[in-house]
């Protein structure tokens, strides 16, 4: 078990001292390319253009919206389109080719499965639409890792005993904890930082935060160490 910094507002909202979590997203990486013709910006009509950055914008906009359907589901999922690549990326030339990286995650296989299916359908469909061709290509896929029940009882144990406010709660971020987590037992400790900002300058977190996890930690060590030979 370890503390972190929770990257959301919950904990701060709530005004609760820990964040017990119940398990760590897993992450798929695709690179999506979109390929159409670059011409000339001036001397190209609209209706003749195979635009490249047109379809991806709007493959783009397909991913949000879908995203925020299926963060409704129990174990949530995000999606992030964090890097674009334009070219020829001149501002006279129509865009001919657009490579994007798409990101999801969530804390269910079947989400991501499922979504993965959606996304090579709609990407096809998009660009297809336009008299467009588009590739999507895997890059990376890191599995969920759920905690352990017996380490997130321990520390709703310690908790308990030490009169601090707790909910149970996934880390949609990636941590060191889902490579234990193939080898031992895990479990996760969150504790606020202001309006929820980490890996970043503005980061904050206070003092009586980060007793409050370190007693929450201390105490789930001792109730192991008490339960386990």
């Avoid at 503390?3 to 959301?8: E, I, P, R, S």
């Avoid at 865009?95 to 090579?120: K, Q, T």
């Avoid at 008299?131 to 997130?152: F, K, N, Q, R």
């Amino acid at each position: 078990a370890g503390v972190q910094t929770c990257a959301l507002p919950i904990l701060e909202t709530k005004g609760l001292a820990v964040g017990i979590v119940s398990g760590i997203a897993g992450i798929t990486r695709e690179r999506i390319t979109v390929s159409g013709r670059a011409d000339h910006a001036g001397a190209t009509p609209m209706e003749m253009r195979l635009d490249a950055l047109v379809a991806a914008s709007r493959f783009v906009e397909w991913v949000s919206e879908r995203a925020m359907e299926l963060a409704r589901a129990p174990e949530g999922l995000v999606a992030t389109v964090g890097e674009m690549t334009v070219e020829p990326n001149a501002a006279n030339v129509v865009p001919g080719r657009v490579v994007m990286i798409l990101e999801y995650r969530s804390l269910s296989e079947a989400l991501r499965a499922r979504f993965h299916g959606e996304v090579a359908d709609a990407a096809e469909r998009i660009a297809s639409g336009a008299g467009l061709a588009v590739d999507a290509a895997p890059l990376t896929e890191a599995p969920a890792a759920i905690s352990s029940p017996l380490v997130m009882d321990a520390i709703r144990a310690g908790c308990e005993a030490a009169g601090l406010g707790h909910m149970d709660m996934p880390s949609g971020a990636g941590h060191d904890a889902m490579h234990v987590a193939r080898m031992a037992p895990m479990g996760m400790i969150f504790i606020p930082c202001r309006e929820g900002r980490s890996h970043c300058p503005e980061g904050w977190v206070e003092k009586d935060d980060l007793a409050a996890g370190t007693e929450a930690l201390y105490r789930a060590v001792l109730g192991l160490d008490a339960a386990l030979d």
